[in-house]
């Protein structure tokens, strides 16, 4: 028996579920792309964005995706042989350094392992270690999608300030953004990126990449980039089709305003503190699942956890089977475990996501935590006692 009648739940930590006036403000015909009104909605969509980001510098925009925000990033610091450290907190710091490293970049890393924080006097001692300054940049994760751990980016500025060293301090806030606090010029980050698909609640498809002064100072030289990532007409257009180096995404800048209006009308500091409710409710619920069974939160550490998405471990538990279960009898996806592939956590089976960022309220969340209490009583998986009570307090007492 399915009860997947309704409306469906992805709690997956992106694409992120869209509201309904964003899908709204695409049902239109196409605008002109000469001139009008498009050109005022995409200057106020950079106005807003480096606003959530607290940033006076750049904000260069491409028809991509995450990835394509990382190959914009990289293309335009660095050319080919020049030295990148990468602060390693899980498997999304590892895919963009594969990305550097099939550019040539000669990448080396500090790992902190899979379920906590970078720890940033360790960071700091790497980089006194490097004499001769030859790592250019440091890129790192606000959030790791995967392993769920967020980093204290001011504690790493900190770090690079303590060491001496003149590298670009460069964050992917792609799960994170609008999701989590990060201050782009207060922190002294050097170049930000993230996608339109999670905190942005947007389809996916445009990448942005945020650089300040120093970044473009120390930059690769102009006419090494490639054409269609170089970032600096991107950034000041003097024709309008160059915010996007040919025809804009205009259903999906219809998308972001909207968006945006959403977010600007909550209020970013309401965004931020409801994001910490929702996150508090999950771990709340884990952590009372957990006290019967194998149920963990990946990341143990509080202080070290994201907001966005909770990474959850359940050792011997075929956590691929409830998914299942959740998807075709409740209607509720949970996102996919990424990094757990070692014989540890079964090869991926042992752990599961639960995504809660963007366009999510107490219903939702609740629901779908419900659901989850109900796929673990159905697929048999121990368990402690109130974990969907637990949550339930949360919201109680922060609403
Ligand atoms: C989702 C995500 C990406 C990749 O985004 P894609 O749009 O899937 O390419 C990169 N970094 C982080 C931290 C993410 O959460």
Known sequence: MSLSFGRDLYLTPGPSVMPDSVLAAMMRAAPSIYDGPIVDLTESIVT?????????????MYIANGHGAWE????NVFAPGEKALVV?????????????????IEVSYLHFGTDRAADAAVLAETLRADATHG?????????????SASNDIPALRA????AGHPALLMVDCVASFACERFEMDAWGVDVMLTASQKGLMCPPG?????YNEKAEARARPKPDRAPYWDWTDRANPGLYYQYFFGTTPTHLLYAQREALNLLLAEGMENVFRRHEIFAQAVWAAVEAWGTA??????????????????????????CFALQKW??????LTLGKPIGFDTPEFGNGAHAFRIGHMGHMNPPMLLGGLSSLQAGLIACGIAHGAGGVDAAVQVIAANA
């Open 48 to 60: 807003d964005l480096k606003t959530i980001a607290g940033t006076r510098h750049q904000l260069a």
């Open 72 to 75: 914009a990033a990289l293309e």
């Open 88 to 104: 390693h907190t899980g498997n999304f710091a590892q895919s963009w350094a594969n990305v550097a490293e099939r550019m040539g």
């Open 135 to 147: 790592i250019k940049a440091v890129f790192c994760t606000q959030t790791d999608t995967a392993s």
């Open 159 to 162: 770090a690079l300030d303590a």
């Open 206 to 210: 445009i990448a942005y990449v945020f």
């Open 293 to 318: 069974g194998p149920l963990r939160l990946n990341v143990a550490n509080r202080a070290h956890r994201s907001r966005a998405v909770t990474a959850v471990r359940a050792k011997g538990v075929d």
């Open 326 to 331: 959740l998807r075709h009898k409740t209607g």
